[in-house]
């Protein structure tokens, strides 16, 4: 019985395929690796001394998927492989609606006709949209997000909703993540973003690096404490293990049907000069930054109420904001350029 982890070449999904094989899981990965490299994959096999099953596809190739639910015989399927931009899906939504809506589709289609009714989704706290209050609790309605790339996570789990509507077996769970950063420990694995990094650790760690001059922090005059946004930052590798809670909650809970939300963060909202000052003392690297004007979209702040997850999935964010960044800064020291030939 194997796991197929679809985008398992990426930041979150390689370092979910190593939680899963230490959790003595077998998994499948297929990946167009768009945006990651097969190098993940091999770094993940050599860390844990398992071999992975490494397919390179695209989740809207139905005939592809076809050929993987033959050839393997596949008990459940995470689901991480989207475009996750958000500036760029307002500038090409079509391909944003093409691969995570579509995309989707395609998966839960192939996974209908064979018979795999275990899914687990790659959603995201931007379903809350502008109008829920903070902090985000699970039983919110979907809100409106600013971004195409938010509209597609909330018509995925719409998409869910009437899937498990209309097929009584479906076992449906959406790990909303709130805003993951850091590396594993070992340094070998980490987030590797193609071009000008979109989230603000990559940045950091890239100047740190002399990659980059100086980081821009958008707005200082929002309504938090000092000014700047606030998120709820959770070690990747928190995340990843929250993945192998889900399926462990679906695989002893075989009674279960439908379709669940859990929140995955910390609880705690942090200034992005929390963390340029908490990244500067934990690894003595200094980040020039300069304040710029507010991004459009972007919100004051907003964390996760993550009681569901902590009590049902017995999980919980462990690792400290400090371990964040030294983890992060291990995988950018080691990788400056990620993982092309050093
Ligand atoms: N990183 C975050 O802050 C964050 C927050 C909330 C939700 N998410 C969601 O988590 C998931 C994983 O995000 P990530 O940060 O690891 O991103 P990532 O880009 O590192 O990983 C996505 C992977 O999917 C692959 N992929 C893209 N399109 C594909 C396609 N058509 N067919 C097959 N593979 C394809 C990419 O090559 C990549 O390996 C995404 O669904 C993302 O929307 C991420």
Not at 286 to 301: K, N, Q, T
Request: aromatic share 10%; net charge negative.
């Amino acid at each position: 019985m194997q796991v197929l982890v679809t985008g398992g070449a990426g930041y979150i999904g390689s370092h979910t395929v190593l939680s899963l094989l230490q959790s003595q899981y077998d998994v499948v990965v297929l990946d167009n690796l768009s945006n990651s490299s097969v190098e993940s994959i091999k770094r993940v096999e050599h860390i844990t001394g398992k071999s992975v099953t490494f397919i390179e596809g695209d989740v809207c190739d139905k005939a592809k998927l076809r050929q993987v639910f033959s050839d393997y015989t596949i008990e459940s399927v995470i689901h991480f492989a989207a475009l996750k931009a958000v500036g760029e899906s307002a500038q090409i939504p079509l391909s944003y609606y093409q691969t995570n809506v579509h995309g989707s589709v395609c998966l839960l289609e192939v996974m209908q006709e064979n018979k795999v009714n275990n899914f687990i989704f790659s959603s995201s706290a931007t379903v809350y949209g502008e109008e829920n209050q903070v902090p985000y609790v699970e039983t919110m309605k979907l809100g409106t997000p600013s971004s195409p790339y938010g509209a597609t996570k909330v018509m995925v789990e719409r998409i869910l909703a009437d899937v498990a509507l209309a097929n009584a077996k479906f076992r449906g769970v959406s790990l909303r993540y709130f805003n993951p950063i850091g590396a594993h420990e070992s340094g070998m694995i980490g987030e590797d973003p193609k071009g000008i990094p979109n989230n603000l650790l990559p940045y950091v760690a890239q100047v740190a690096v002399g990659k980059r001059d100086k980081l821009s922090i958008f707005g200082d005059d929002y309504p938090t404490q000092d000014g700047s946004c606030e998120r709820d930052y959770l070690h990747v590798m928190d995340l990843a293990q929250g993945h192998v809670a889900a399926l462990d909650w679906l695989n002893c809970h075989g009674d279960f049907t439908g379709v669940e939300a859990f929140n995955l963060g910390t609880g705690n909202g942090v200034s992005v000069f929390a963390i340029v000052n908490t990244f500067e003392q934990a690894t003595d690297q200094r980040i020039p930054f300069e304040v710029s004007p507010r991004r459009a979209g972007d919100l004051a702040a907003f964390w996760a109420n993550a009681t569901k997850a902590n009590q049902a999935l017995n999980w919980q964010a462990k690792r400290s904001l400090q371990q964040m960044m030294i983890d992060t800064w291990r995988w950018q020291s080691n990788n400056p350029n990620g993982y092309l030939e050093q």
